[in-house]
């Protein structure tokens, strides 16, 4: 019986509706999300772009949770537990919830075909409506204009980051990325740009459309101060903040696009000083440049692309001296895997090389034959997976030494369930 299924058995199942993974367009969403009847009355933040999404969404959830606000966040891809992608009131979707959303929408769409991410996005947007938001924060998954996401009209476009990714599907320039991802921005509504220097594309969009654009450096912006940092937006400035507790400078820019945007919707979100300082204090996103606790010093990022691989080399860089830094690398192969290895190549000083699984996995002697054709000197072992290539490279680190695992969300997910089975294995023989 339907009402019988797992979480895990509705996943197989979902995954089994669609013949493709990814089909954009909104049309078979569209129907379906009319069927359900939905209609969100609370304010719409979108955030799309190709890197500093989960960011800025993990920091607007934090700054309207610490100030008293019922949110709810969707986001994408997920580490260890698909309830990862659906948050309400800062807390991870149960089963439960979960398996009654998707229930409702198999309930409703009668036969349309709904990709995986589709069937997903519908089945929190049905969680969302029945929630009591005050504020609704969409992560788009793929581009913008065709992304399961769009069907809603956002109150606050966000687009963070614009760099070549996903070239199948978005076209292999920043124009026509641009074009792609500014298709959330919706007339007379806020359009918060994290890009000082966006494509014309967006710009030509935004005039198009007719959003209220905003663009970093130009209307909004932050400044470094001794020990902390200062925001400027529209409406004037707030200083004395402290970083957000999210490492890398870059997460400043993310953190200013964030409040830019909150500054936008502020007759209907108003957020004071305390709170804000309090949300940037505690804002958590798993495996943006996390380090685990002890030694040697495990560091855990999801970059999957040029752009991320730069801003990552740039962190190890600002991270202090090891004697080795040693890296669990696995990606998918439709991924630039040649571009990401050039960018972070200077910091790794051995690599152990991990197979992923499925067909978008590219295999060790992919990721091996990319290293010689870029050059790479540093020496390279080959693994059948991520857990196996990071036990390999706990063996040969000394403790003062770093172990950098990244390359996919898929590896890192990989690598945060073996040391989770570790943990739950310490425990029931302590």
């Known amino acids: 019986m339907v009402a ?18 990814i089909e954009l367009g909104l049309d ?21 772009g190709t890197n500093g999404k ?14 008293g606000y019922r949110t709810g966040l969707y986001t994408s891809p997920h580490l260890l537990r698909y309830n990862e992608r659906v948050r309400i009131a800062a807390r991870e979707a149960e089963d439960e919830a979960l398996c009654e959303a998707f229930a409702a929408v198999d309930a409703v769409r009668a036969g349309v075909a709904l990709t995986y991410f589709e069937f997903g996005t519908l089945a929190a947007l049905w969680l969302f409506g029945r929630a009591g938001l005050d504020a609704l924060i969409l992560e788009v998954g ?25 070239a199948g599907y978005l076209g292999s320039t920043l124009e026509s990325i641009g074009r792609e991802k500014a298709g959330i921005f919706r007339r007379g509504r806020p359009a918060v740009v994290a890009e000082p220097e966006p494509p014309l594309s967006v710009l030509n969009a935004a005039r198009s459309v007719g959003a209220r654009l905003m663009i970093f450096g130009r209307d909004f912006g932050y400044v470094r ?63 943006r440049f996390q380090v685990l606790p002890g030694r ?46 050039r960018r972070i190549a200077p910091r790794i000083t051995r690599w152990h090389l991990a197979s992923l699984g499925g067909e978008r996995g590219a295999s060790a002697a992919e990721l091996a034959a990319a290293l010689r054709a870029e050059a790479v000197a540093a020496p390279a072992a080959e693994h059948a997976s991520a857990a196996q ?19 996919s969300f898929l590896t890192v ?4 369930a073996h040391l989770e089975a570790e943990r739950g294995g310490a425990r029931s023989h302590g």
């Open 4 to 21: 019988s299924r797992t979480l895990a058995e509705w996943l197989q199942y979902i995954e089994r509706q669609h013949p493709q993974s």
């Open 28 to 48: 078979r969403v569209a129907l379906v999300y009319g069927r359900l009847g939905l209609r969100f009355d609370c304010p719409v933040f979108t955030v799309g």
């Open 54 to 67: 989960g960011s800025t969404c993990a920091i607007l959830e934090a700054v309207l949770h610490a100030s």
């Open 142 to 166: 793929l581009g913008g204009r065709l992304d399961a996401v769009n069907v809603i009209d956002t109150d606050c476009a966000v687009l963070t980051s614009l760099g070549i990714d996903h």
């Open 225 to 287: 101060e001794d020990g902390q940092w200062r925001y400027w937006g529209p409406e004037g400035s707030r200083g004395g903040l402290a970083h957000p507790a999210l490492r890398g400078g870059f997460q400043l820019r993310n953190a200013a696009a964030a409040m830019c945007a909150l500054e936008s919707l502020r007759e209907r979100l108003p957020v004071g000083m305390q709170h804000l300082r309090e949300g940037l204090a505690r804002v958590t996103l798993p495996a």
């Open 296 to 341: 040697p010093r495990v560091i855990l990022d999801v970059a999957h692309n040029p752009q991320a691989a730069g801003a990552l080399a740039d962190a190890i860089a600002d991270s202090g001296f090891a004697p080795q830094t040693i890296a669990v690398f696995g990606m998918l192969k439709d991924k630039d895997i040649r571009a990401v290895v």
């Open 389 to 407: 290539a990071f036990a390999a490279a706990r063996e040969e680190a000394g403790e003062n030494d770093k172990i950098l695992v990244c390359g």
């Open 413 to 416: 997910g990989e690598v945060m």
